[in-house]
């Protein structure tokens, strides 16, 4: 990597990209498909909650909604890895492309 300010640039901005679309497919799988599904997350996740851990909530609970941001976060996470993944394949790839021999 011959310009590691501008390496670092192209995989954060990479990450951040990633996670942005990550959040949105999942926001809206959430609101498209909630009804097919037979319900939404938070749904599912006090359902979870009230089985596992035998606690009455339900789906508009506060721990149902920190759970929720805690999944989300997670699959924020994981598609901006994703992202950087992919962004640095790029880069390597084009900075291949461009080098003198």
């Known amino acids: 990597m011959r310009n590691p300010g501008k390496a670092k640039k192209i995989l954060l901005s990479g990450a951040v990209i990633g996670g942005i679309i990550s959040l949105s497919i999942s926001l809206l799988m959430d609101t498209m498909y909630g009804d097919s599904f037979q319900g939404t997350w938070r749904d599912a996740i006090a359902k979870d909650l009230n089985t596992f851990l035998s606690l009455g909530v339900s789906s508009k609970s506060i721990i149902v909604n920190i759970f929720f941001v805690f999944v989300l976060g997670l699959l924020t ?25």
């Open 77 to 101: 996470a994981f598609g901006a890895f994703l992202g950087f993944i992919f962004s640095f394949f790029l880069y390597k790839f084009f900075s291949f492309l461009t080098t003198k021999s």
